[in-house]
Every structure is written in C-alpha cells, then in structure tokens.
C-alpha cells in the first residue's frame, strides 16, 4: 500500500526521484528503497502507541530460557539449517579506530571478528556440520573487511560477505541529496540502519543461495556483542514450534535504561523503543519495575519468512529520523532498526536469556572489562570467571584519557585483576604498572597537571586515590 501524501510532499517526492535517478553510485534497489522510505516518512504514518493499551508480555510470548527443552540428540541437524550473520557495518571511531570496529584486539592478541570464526569452526569441527558466516558491511568498512576476510582463506568454514544499503543524506532545507549538491566524499551516503539487514540479504542473491542449500534459520547479532554464540536450545525450541522470529531479551539493569523493550500490543508482540514513548511516560518507559526486559539485538529468523515479506515489501518497520550536520548543512538520515521487525512475522516471541549473552564492547571501559581475569578465553568462547561472587559486573569508568583503544593500552601495563571489584572511577593523567589488584570500591583522581601512576603489584581496596600517598 503506497504512502498517503499531501500534494506538496508528493512534489518532494516527485522531485527527490528525478535528483536520485542521477546517483548513479548506487543501484535500482537502493534508489527505490530510499524514496519508499521517504515516502513513508513524509506521510508521517509512524505507528502511535497508545499508553493504555501496552501489556506485559507472559511466558507464552517471552518464553523464560531456563524452561526450554534440552537440545535433542541430532545435533548436526539442527546445525545444518542454519546461517550465522554478524552485522559488520560500524567503525570503531568511538573507540578511536579508522578501520571495522570488529578488528580491534578483544583478548590474547585476537580480534571480535577472530573470536566469531573459531567459534563457528570449533562447532562445525565438533558436529561435522557446515554452519556459514555472513557479515552484512556497511560501505565504510566493506573493503576493510575484503581484506580482513583473506587471512581465514585456508580456515573450515565458508565466509559471506554483503553490503546494506547506501541512501543519500537529505538537506533539510529543500529535500535535496546532499550528493547532488557537489559533495562527492563518503559524508554524503549513510548506511540506514540494520533493519535494512532484511532487504539487503535479499537483494544481494545471498539469501536465495542459502535457501537453494536447505537453510532456514538465520542467526542475526552484533559483531561487538561477545556473548552472542550459537544456542541450540534456542535454534531447537524454534524449530519445534515454527517461531518464524525470536529476539533474545534479557533482564534490565539501571545501566540499560535505555534499551528497547518487548510489549503485547492489539494481540501482537513488538518492539517499544524510548523514541516512540511521550515525554510523560519516558520515566515510566525507564523504570525497571514496569519494563524488566530489553533488546539484546541477539535476533533468530526464518529465512523462508524474511523471503515471503521482503518480496510483499511487508516490512514497514518504524523510522528513526537521525538529524546530522555535514560542513555546516543540516542532513537528515532515516534508519530502520532490524528488532522492529517481530510484529510482522508469524508466531514471533521473545525469550529471556541469561545477561552471559549480553557482553558488547562499545567503549574501553568494556574492553578493561572482558581483557581482565573476570573473564576467561577458550575455543573463540568468552566465559564468565566462576571465581567471581557477584552476578552483576563491576561498573567501570574510565575519563576521556582513556577514550581512545590505543591510549587506553598504553596507560595500563597489564590489565588489574579486577574480579572481586564492585566499582571503579578513574579521572585525570592515569597510570596503571603491571600485576595490580583492585578490590571494591575505588575511586582514583589525578590532580589537575599531575601524572599519577599506580605502582606495580599494588592492591586497592575500598580506597579514594588522590595521590601516591594515599596508595
């Protein structure tokens, strides 16, 4: 069903396809997808929430982890239906990194992407089986990855690659390409979201290919996401019950606040995120009380589903208008998010799975966290340290000295052992020696203009630095 416009937006719209039939950098099916995204957008058909009508998910819709059936003897079967695929199309700039945020070393020298091809290798090794590995790229990290993707020629397994979506950031100010507007550099395109991860496997003849070879469950994750591991009770329990689509949730901590959570609406499971909810419920949208879960983006889905409601163009899912400024011109970006997507397929459900598979790395104070002895490394597989008492994590945070991947690595000599540390605060010229213990809660403050270094070997516990004498 085309988008109802008003005859003003029409002519945006009528004039935004006579400028994009010129781009010629990007192909037929990105062209028609960007304007079909426009279209929707200026028809402002952006699903209204009614506050009154959300209801909580019960078990039958978010299924707890912990009653789902033991994995059944044929495991190489089940294996064989299916397709992991990263979502590899972020740059580590946060992290100071040029290149794909999944190249930067996790632990032992190895990097995410490392991690994801010995695990796939280890299972296909253990069950004689073929698990494939997709990477869905974005255009800025596509020929990185080329690259990258060369040193695993010789490994067991078989490795795919495909971009999403390149769209053109839009003026705000007359609904123009900004590319039409003599900007030829990358700042002009945007890769809109991964919920463009759903079109973009179609169209790249991936998913047909996949299909032809008798898979038919995709197993869709962030590449930064370390707990994120093949789960056979998972990949089981959906293939018993024909669950055409399964998000993993988890439960909500104060830090994750933010996060998207599972609702029932109207009879149907779908996703809440804080941008639909109104000023006046946006505290209600945070509490833990109401909303104890929240997206950990871990996604499992019927190929053959995602072939049916692509090819229908049934996948309209909420648009996220991303405001940016390029050389001081004000740009819109539209992106679509791949969680939105669970309210259009058949006997979709959630399921609450244990905070283990919820391990991102988005800043370098979660890479303290994953290179320290709270964690250990076997078979690409990043586990948890028995030894560790207390189910929740130590919250971390690290000034902007140590923002960067690189000045984060120089400023520590080996990483703390940080496994019975409930808190740590760090600001100012910091430095850490080797074989240092940190115990409790430690706060450690250089004075403005003043190099603190912690010496080696040194065990802090419950302690305010604020000096070398107070070490």
Same mark, same amino acid.
């Given at each position: 069903?085309?988008?109802?416009?008003?005859?003003?937006?029409?002519?945006?719209?009528?004039t935004?396809?006579?400028?994009?039939?010129t781009?010629d950098?990007? %192909?037929?099916?990105?062209?028609?997808?960007?304007?079909?995204?426009v279209?929707?957008?200026?028809?402002?058909e952006?699903?209204?929430i009614?506050?009154s009508?959300?209801?909580?998910?019960?078990?039958?819709?978010?299924?707890?982890?912990?009653?789902?059936? *033991?994995?059944?003897?044929e495991?190489?079967k089940?294996l064989?239906?299916?397709?992991?695929?990263?979502?590899n199309?972020?740059? @580590?700039?946060?992290? @100071? =990194?040029t290149?794909?945020?999944?190249?930067i070393?996790?632990?032992? +020298?190895?990097t995410?992407?490392?991690l994801? #091809?010995?695990?796939?290798?280890?299972?296909?090794?253990?069950y004689g =089986?073929n $698990?494939?590995?997709? &990477? /869905?790229?974005?255009?800025?990290?596509?020929?990185?990855?080329?690259?990258i993707?060369?040193?695993?020629?010789?490994?067991?397994?078989?490795?795919?690659?495909?971009?999403?979506s390149?769209? *053109?950031?839009?003026?705000?100010?007359?609904?123009?390409?900004? %590319?039409?507007?003599?900007?030829?550099?990358?700042?002009?395109?945007?890769?809109? +979201?991964?919920?463009?991860?759903?079109?973009?496997?179609?169209?790249?003849?991936? &998913?047909?290919?996949?299909?032809?070879q008798?898979k038919?469950?995709v197993?869709?994750?962030?590449?930064?996401? &370390?707990?994120?591991?093949?789960?056979?009770?998972?990949?089981?329990?959906l293939i018993?019950?024909?669950?055409?689509? =399964?998000?993993?949730?988890t439960?909500?901590?104060l830090?994750?606040?933010?996060? +998207?959570?599972?609702?029932?609406?109207?009879?149907?499971?779908?996703?809440?995120?804080?941008?639909q909810?109104?000023?006046?419920? #946006?505290?209600?949208?945070?509490?833990?009380?109401?909303?104890?879960?929240?997206?950990?983006?871990?996604l499992?889905?019927?190929?053959q589903?995602?072939n049916?409601?692509?090819?229908?163009d049934?996948?309209? /899912?909420e648009?996220?208008?991303?405001p940016?400024?390029?050389?001081?011109i004000? #740009?819109?970006q539209?992106?679509?998010?791949?969680?939105?997507?669970?309210?259009?397929?058949?006997?979709?459900?959630?399921i609450n799975? *244990?905070?283990?598979?919820?391990?991102p790395?988005?800043?370098? %104070?979660d890479?303290?966290?994953?290179?320290?002895?709270?964690?250990?490394?076997?078979?690409g597989?990043?586990?948890?340290?028995?030894?560790?008492a207390?189910?929740?994590?130590?919250?971390?945070?690290?000034?902007?000295?140590?923002?960067? $991947?690189?000045?984060?690595?120089?400023?520590?000599?080996?990483?703390?052992?940080?496994?019975?540390?409930?808190?740590?605060?760090?600001?100012?010229?910091?430095?850490?020696?080797? %074989?240092?213990?940190?115990?409790?809660?430690?706060?450690?403050?250089?004075?403005?203009? $003043?190099?603190?270094?912690i010496?080696d070997?040194?065990v802090i516990?419950?302690?305010?630095?604020? @000096?070398?004498?107070d070490?």
């Amino acid at each position: 069903m085309a988008p109802t416009l008003s005859s003003a937006d029409a002519e945006k719209i009528s004039t935004l396809k006579s400028d994009v039939a010129t781009l010629d950098q990007i %192909s037929e099916n990105e062209k028609s997808g960007f304007i079909n995204l426009v279209a929707r957008y200026l028809s402002g058909e952006a699903q209204h929430i009614e506050w009154s009508k959300i209801q909580t998910p019960t078990d039958e819709v978010v299924v707890p982890y912990d009653t789902l059936a *033991p994995v059944p003897e044929e495991t190489k079967k089940l294996l064989d239906k299916l397709v992991v695929l990263k979502l590899n199309g972020g740059l @580590g700039t946060t992290m @100071g =990194c040029t290149g794909p945020k999944s190249v930067i070393e996790v632990r032992n +020298g190895l990097t995410f992407l490392d991690l994801i #091809v010995i695990q796939i290798e280890t299972l296909n090794a253990k069950y004689g =089986c073929n $698990v494939p590995l997709l &990477l /869905m790229n974005s255009f800025n990290t596509h020929d990185d990855t080329l690259k990258i993707v060369e040193k695993y020629a010789n490994s067991k397994i078989d490795i795919h690659t495909f971009n999403q979506s390149q769209y *053109p950031r839009l003026v705000v100010e007359d609904f123009k390409p900004l %590319s039409s507007k003599g900007n030829t550099t990358k700042e002009a395109w945007y890769p809109p +979201g991964h919920g463009d991860v759903f079109p973009a496997f179609k169209n790249s003849g991936k &998913l047909d290919a996949l299909l032809s070879q008798g898979k038919e469950y995709v197993f869709v994750a962030n590449s930064d996401n &370390l707990g994120a591991v093949v789960d056979l009770k998972i990949l089981s329990h959906l293939i018993t019950n024909k669950n055409e689509y =399964c998000m993993e949730v988890t439960p909500k901590t104060l830090a994750d606040v933010k996060g +998207g959570t599972l609702i029932s609406y109207e009879g149907k499971v779908q996703l809440l995120e804080i941008a639909q909810v109104a000023d006046e419920h #946006v505290n209600e949208f945070k509490s833990i009380e109401k909303f104890k879960i929240f997206n950990t983006n871990n996604l499992w889905v019927n190929l053959q589903a995602i072939n049916r409601l692509v090819e229908g163009d049934a996948l309209k /899912m909420e648009i996220i208008p991303n405001p940016k400024e390029v050389d001081g011109i004000k #740009v819109l970006q539209l992106e679509t998010a791949a969680g939105a997507a669970i309210r259009f397929f058949d006997h979709a459900i959630g399921i609450n799975v *244990p905070r283990s598979r919820f391990l991102p790395v988005k800043a370098s %104070s979660d890479l303290l966290l994953v290179q320290s002895d709270l964690y250990t490394l076997s078979d690409g597989f990043v586990t948890r340290n028995p030894a560790r008492a207390n189910p929740a994590n130590p919250s971390i945070e690290l000034g902007p000295e140590f923002k960067k $991947v690189a000045s984060f690595l120089s400023r520590f000599k080996s990483i703390p052992s940080i496994i019975d540390l409930d808190s740590l605060k760090v600001t100012g010229d910091v430095w850490f020696g080797a %074989s240092i213990t940190l115990k409790g809660k430690v706060t450690i403050t250089a004075k403005p203009g $003043v190099k603190l270094e912690i010496p080696d070997g040194a065990v802090i516990a419950d302690k305010e630095i604020n @000096g070398p004498e107070d070490i």
